[in-house]
């Protein structure tokens, strides 16, 4: 059983105004198109990138609009796209980070913008992000080539660096995620006074921000890994990932499969992204309050209702959606490493005790 934010949680008037930004931003940005294509399912375990698909979703859906093509980063097929929207807009996923830190959805983008010209790309909010200037200056010179890309950007610094390099209809809307409006928050008793969910080591975005002192009790973890006591998935969930597991490999290495296996495929995305955001909230909800360097543990914190403390990751687009955005939120405390959260944590304990 779970139970859900009301009008008297202390965010929910911000948590309607991101929602209706979404909403806004991408009927502009639609201009009146009625059927699209969504590319870029993240199919892997990471709870704020299914946000991010399952955002969309219910954005597109309340903007009556219909999705004609779905696919995963690795399963595209433009013959598949072709036949089933031969004309209208073709939506990139957001999540990730619009650059080269993710090589399989960077390589998804520079290859729509080669093949689908005569047809307007839309970028779902993204960040943007190049390690390696090369790579930034290739994917200036495909967009400006393309000539019809609409970029949304989800904080004011990447709306900075895209109209200075790109050659686009370039504008801010929040994060996808935030078109859920509210979500469910588990029931049941938290058993550590903070869960600490962080990047570790090797990750791009990851940033060593100290350890937790030792007089709270705390779990330690990555939810992009296994964890202890793994939550329970419905039984909807497993049947998708079951069938998932069996139709994304073919569908990746065959390029005829793919071509005709494509709307079974697709139809796993909505009950796996579920399984995976359902994962996410339960493994939040075993901490009291929640301390994190991730970008949709800080969403998804607010979403559900919880008080958590917020720290940056590698090249700042925590920070930057923060103070573009949810920075007025009362649920939410920006620290810069765990000297300052050892504070913020105390102080919200503090306050759930009184």
Same mark, same amino acid.
């Given at each position: ?25 991408? %009927? ?39 999705? %004609? ?83 949304? /950007? ?24 935030? &078109? ?11 058993? /550590? ?12 975005? $990851? ?32 049947? &998708? ?10 569908? %990746?290495?065959? %390029? ?19 399984? $995976? ?44 959606? $923060? ?11 920006? &620290? ?19």
């Amino acid at each position: 059983m779970r139970t859900r934010p009301t009008a008297s949680d202390p965010d929910a008037e911000l948590l309607a105004e991101l929602a209706d930004r979404v909403d806004t931003g991408l %009927r502009s940005a639609l201009a009146g198109a009625r059927e699209v294509a969504l590319v870029s399912f993240p199919n892997h375990n990471n709870p704020g990138d299914s946000a991010i698909w399952l955002g969309a979703l219910a954005s597109l859906r309340r903007l009556g609009v219909r999705i %004609r093509y779905r696919c995963a980063w690795c399963t595209y097929d433009p013959d598949a796209l072709r036949r089933a929207l031969p004309q209208g807009p073709v939506l990139l996923n957001g999540g990730g980070n619009f650059g080269d830190l993710y090589a399989g959805q960077q390589d998804l983008r520079e290859r729509l913008l080669a093949e689908l010209t005569g047809r307007r790309l839309i970028q779902l909010p993204q960040s943007i992000h190049f390690r390696d200037d090369a790579n930034l200056q290739r994917m200036r010179r495909l967009v400006e080539r393309h000539g019809d890309v609409t970029l949304l /950007v989800r904080e004011r610094r990447s709306e900075a660096l895209a109209r200075e390099v790109f050659d686009a209809d370039v504008r801010l809307v929040p994060d996808m995620a935030f &078109a859920l409006r509210e979500l469910p928050r588990p029931v049941g008793t938290p058993d /550590v006074d903070a869960l600490w969910l962080h990047r570790v080591a090797g990750d791009p975005e $990851y940033v060593d921000h100290g350890r937790p002192p030792a007089d709270l009790s705390v779990h330690d973890l990555e939810w992009l890994r296994g964890v202890p006591g793994e939550p329970a998935w419905s039984r909807g969930a497993r049947l &998708a990932r079951a069938a998932n597991d069996r139709l994304l490999p073919r569908c %990746r290495d065959d %390029r005829r499969w793919a071509r005709h296996a494509w709307r079974p495929l697709a139809a796993t995305f909505a009950p796996l992204g579920t399984g $995976y955001l359902d994962r996410g909230l339960n493994i939040m909800a075993t901490g009291r309050v929640l301390v994190t360097d991730k970008l949709h543990g800080h969403i998804l914190a607010l979403l559900s209702g919880q008080p958590h403390v917020v720290m940056d990751n590698s090249y700042g687009k925590v920070s930057a959606t $923060y103070e573009t955005w949810t920075h007025p939120s009362t649920l939410a405390h920006w &620290a810069r490493d765990w000297d300052e959260a050892r504070a913020l944590v105390g102080d919200i304990l503090g306050r759930s005790n009184a």
